[in-house]
């Protein structure tokens, strides 16, 4: 139809400019008053000057330019929509969002059952929440294509005072599949054109991509999630049977110093099996870090030291659970030597916008050959596992520049350090309180 439009503008455009050059001509020939000449003549101007920039206007790739912005201005308000994948509450905000910027007289957004979100023309009786009503979206569904509606009938609204009269469906698809569909409707078939077709699927193009990539992040984060659960079972039960033969063995030597451990034990373990999926406070991680330490120096004696410094300054940024202790269960599992001490340091710092906390140790070290790959995925087992899932954790939660490094030398010791970038750490707090779900 937009190209139809176009051949009409660029019509009246030559027919404008030939009666300009007939005038123009006839009035060198046939003595014209002038008065009347230049009225002729400025109003063919105006005309032909008004044709040009309707035709600039109606270039059909003008057209596909305002199309393609508003598509783009759609997906990139939606995406922080999507993230949360879809859903109801989501399927109604870009809908929304998508009536706000089409010519569409309504939105609609299904999963592959229902209607998720409705907004526009029709919205007094087209139920959110209902199962799918016209068979043209279950045959999007089914086929994975799109397709176009041009009567009242196809659409299958039940009640018959419904102005909706025409509706472009494309499905919404995540690795090929369908999941849904995005349905724009229109009070007239007219408006049903190859520019309204490829602007509708366009913007489900786009928003699959944003539905695809949510659900990579929600399968990421479960991964994560997953891990450390496996590895705190992994965890658990060693260290379990080690601590609770230490506390056999004092309960003859110090009662009383038993019956402490068993207190702090208790609360150890549970706060171990709570949901640890939110942020705490540093200090509580370091704390936590700590405590495990305490049972290793009531099995070890004087061959395990410890040092801390945590500034209060660096003590209240909230950093994501369970960071700390594996760190430090590492240094004590590969870092012991079968002779001598073992020094273990951990200190924080806040410096040029990036908050640090160093986990060193001047044990065994690892190997030259293996240092650079022990963040590298696969790397080890069980805790040697855990730096990779702390170094994830951190770099999703808050972005480039944060993460883990490891230093090592064979025979000398290792260091580990966690940078945590403070302005994207501060954009977390919305998501999780220091506090929160962790109950640590």
Not at 12 to 20: N, P, R, S, Y
Not at 93 to 116: G, H, K
Not at 224 to 252: S, V
Not at 308 to 324: M, S, T
């Amino acid at each position: 139809m937009s190209t139809v439009r176009s051949w009409v503008v660029d019509a009246t455009l030559v027919t404008a400019t030939l009666i300009i050059a007939v005038v123009a001509a006839a009035g060198l020939v046939v003595e014209v008053p002038r008065p009347v000449f230049i009225a002729a003549t400025v109003g063919l101007v105006l005309v032909a000057g008004g044709t040009v920039g309707a035709r600039l206007l109606t270039r059909p790739d003008h057209i596909k330019a305002l199309h393609s912005q508003r598509v783009l201005e759609i997906a990139d308000r939606s995406l922080a929509h999507l993230r949360r994948g879809l859903d109801a509450q989501t399927a109604q905000e870009v809908c929304r969002l998508a009536l706000d910027e089409s010519e569409a007289a309504a939105v609609a957004i299904t999963d592959t059952e229902r209607v998720l979100g409705f907004a526009g023309l029709g919205e007094d009786h087209h139920a959110v929440g209902g199962p799918i009503l016209t068979r043209a979206t279950r045959e999007a569904i089914e086929t994975n294509e799109h397709r176009v509606l041009a009567s009242k009938d196809e659409i299958g609204c039940p009640k018959k005072e419904c102005l909706l009269r025409a509706a472009i469906v494309v499905p919404l698809e995540t690795r090929g599949r369908a999941v849904g569909t995005l349905k724009f409707y229109y009070t007239t078939p007219r408006l049903l054109n190859e520019t309204q077709v490829t602007m509708v699927e366009g913007l489900a193009k786009l928003l699959s991509t944003q539905l695809e990539l949510s659900e990579l992040e929600r399968q990421t984060e479960l991964a994560c999630r997953m891990e450390l659960k496996a590895l705190q079972a992994q965890i658990n039960p060693h260290f379990l049977f080690n601590t609770i033969n230490t506390i056999a063995m004092l309960i003859r030597t110090d009662p009383a110093t038993a019956r402490e451990l068993l207190r702090e034990f208790a609360s150890f373990y549970r706060r171990m099996l709570e949901d640890n999926e939110g942020l705490v406070a540093l200090r509580q991680e370091v704390d936590y870090a700590l405590t495990y330490l305490r049972f290793e120096q009531a099995r070890f004696g004087d061959r395990l030291r410890v040092v801390h410094d945590l500034p209060d300054d660096v003590g209240d940024v909230a950093v994501p659970a369970f960071i700390i202790q594996p760190i430090v269960e590492n240094c004590v599992q590969h870092g012991m030597r079968p002779t001598g001490p073992l020094d273990i340091t951990i200190a924080g710092k806040r410096r040029d916008g990036i908050v640090s906390i160093r986990i060193s140790d001047d044990g065994l070290g690892i190997e030259r050959e293996d240092v650079g790959r022990v963040l590298q995925p696969g790397f080890g087992k069980g805790l040697g596992i855990a730096l990779k899932n702390i170094d994830d954790r951190l770099k999703g939660h808050y972005g480039p520049g944060s993460g883990l490094e490891v230093t090592s030398e064979h025979g000398t010791g290792t260091t580990v350090t966690l940078a945590i970038v403070e302005d994207a750490a501060a954009g977390t707090d919305d998501e999780g309180d220091a506090q929160s779900t962790s109950g640590r």
